[in-house]
């Protein structure tokens, strides 16, 4: 069977931290540090024909980003959090995500997805 998906990409600038960093060498990781976390969604559709327009896709996407995580401090939130939260936001907009993934400056990210 053929499955069908689109995918928009968008980026916020956003602060976190790992106050409860443990791992050795990676101690800075403690204290409030800037990423532009970079994001892509992929949403399944049925047919060929436009079904989600991907520029209205990536407008939804990017005015989520402002409005949820644009300059703000995200606290101890990481990459994992994000993607969960912009997938079920999908999912309450009646889209069909089959994943998002997250990552900082574009380098080292994370992806969720529902397992079947």
């Known amino acids: 069977m053929i499955r069908r998906a689109v995918w928009v990409q968008a980026e916020v600038e956003a602060v976190h931290a790992w106050p409860e960093c443990d791992v050795a060498g990676v101690g800075y ?10 994001v892509e969604v992929k949403v399944e559709v049925t047919n060929p024909d436009r079904e989600v327009e991907f520029i209205s896709l990536k407008h939804w996407l990017t005015e989520r980003l402002r ?14 959090d994000i ?16 994943s998002v993934s997250v990552s900082e400056d574009g380098e080292n990210g994370a992806e969720v997805w529902e397992s079947s």
């Open 29 to 38: 990781l403690r204290g409030p540090h800037r990423h532009v976390f970079k």
């Open 67 to 80: 409005e949820q995580y644009e300059y703000k401090d995200l606290g101890r939130k990481s990459c994992e």
């Open 83 to 98: 993607a969960l939260e912009i997938f079920e936001a999908l999912k309450d907009v009646a889209l069909r995500p089959i």
